[in-house]
């Protein structure tokens, strides 16, 4: 399963890593050049045992949020499609899962005795 961050334009994606993946304006894997992102703004990680991926936010001063809803002191399960913004007025990326075609065949298959 692969994880992406789309400008809702469709203008580019961010790739998201095959474990963790950190958001921010400086060191990070998306940077984001913006002053109302931090630093170290947000991290999202794929949780190999729930098969999904998950938003933290880093104690950022403008916060982060999922269909408007600050992620304060929580990790929220992002679902596909879901709209997130770094910092109040950032720009929305929409967060996409792709699933491989392999995984898709093997779930698909039936199990004969």
Partial sequence: MKGFLHSQDGSYAFPL???????GRENCDISINNNNVDNQHALIEFDD?????????????????????????????????????FGFNGLPLEFRIEQQQQEAFYDNVLKIS
């Fill in 17 to 23: 890593g095959p474990k963790v993946t950190t958001i």
């Fill in 49 to 85: 045992e729930q098969r999904c991926f998950i938003l933290k936010d880093l104690n950022s001063s403008t916060g982060t949020y999922v269909h408007d809803c600050r992620v304060q002191n929580a990790a929220v399960r992002l679902n596909n499609e879901d709209v997130i913004r």
